[in-house]
């Protein structure tokens, strides 16, 4: 079973440029997540979507980040304009659903530096 | 909201010997899972292990166990012969029916040959 597949591995960009992160669920799962790390600490929930669906977007500064999941499979997630701050790994996560406490099976992470 | 601290930053073991990482976490829910999740240097989180909050057994997997207080809202991870390839992150996580998981501070695992 193919795992959490996600796109670019790693990215460079200089502060208020635009960037843009995908991500691909394993297959059958209906719930999917973004989540930031940043460098020493855990991973914090960015969005939460069930099918193509936003269940929880409270911790996603909205103001330079969005998020899409149009057909209810993968996922992008955009930054702009890119503040230095925004440095960090991006993290996307899948399970099967959300109505149950569900583990969740996380992808090699995008790792992004801004300038 | 829910709380999980790791009052470990580092720990160190000996090859082949026992370690075992602490987790404390806080909240006012009585149905939810608790993780740990290992993070080695590639990055990618892999599941080490789950407990149900409603089990009262420990939950355990191979060289991978847990101690599990719901009374004292704590779980430590329990890692038996450590080996080399034990050295990564650990994070501790709960999630409740929400499935959002919250993550611990994490704590950086050496193992010495």
């Known amino acids: 079973e193919a795992g959490v597949a996600q796109s670019p591995r790693y990215k460079i960009i200089e502060k208020r440029q635009s960037v843009a992160f995908w991500c691909n669920p394993i297959s059958g799962h209906a719930t999917l997540y973004w989540y930031q790390q940043i460098l020493g600490q855990g991973p914090k929930l960015l969005i939460q979507?069930?099918?193509?669906?936003?269940?929880?977007d409270s911790q996603l500064p909205k103001d330079r980040f969005s998020a899409e999941r149009l057909k209810g499979v993968d996922s992008t997630l955009k930054i702009q304009p890119a503040k230095l701050e925004d440095s960090a790994v991006y993290l996307c996560?899948?399970?099967?659903?959300?109505?149950?406490?569900?583990?969740?099976?996380f992808g090699p992470g995008t790792r992004l530096l801004v300038l | 909201a829910q709380t999980v601290t790791q009052s470990q930053p580092e720990m160190s073991v000996q090859e082949a010997e026992t370690v075992t990482l602490s987790c404390t976490y806080d909240t006012s829910e009585s149905d939810y899972y608790l993780f740990w999740y290992k993070q080695p240097p590639s990055r990618q989180m892999i599941l080490v292990i789950r407990?149900?909050?409603?089990?009262?057994q420990n939950a355990t997997e191979n060289r991978f166990s847990v101690n599990f207080q719901k009374a004292a809202k704590s779980f430590s991870l329990k890692i038996s012969d450590s080996q080399l390839g034990d050295a990564a992150m650990y994070f501790c996580a709960y999630n409740n029916a929400g499935n959002m998981l919250t993550f611990g501070g994490g704590t950086r695992l050496m193992v010495k040959p």
């Open positions: 407990q149900e909050a409603y089990k009262q």
């Open positions: 996560a899948s399970s099967m659903s959300a109505g149950v406490i569900e583990t969740q099976y």
């Open positions: 979507f069930q099918n193509n669906g936003v269940v929880d």
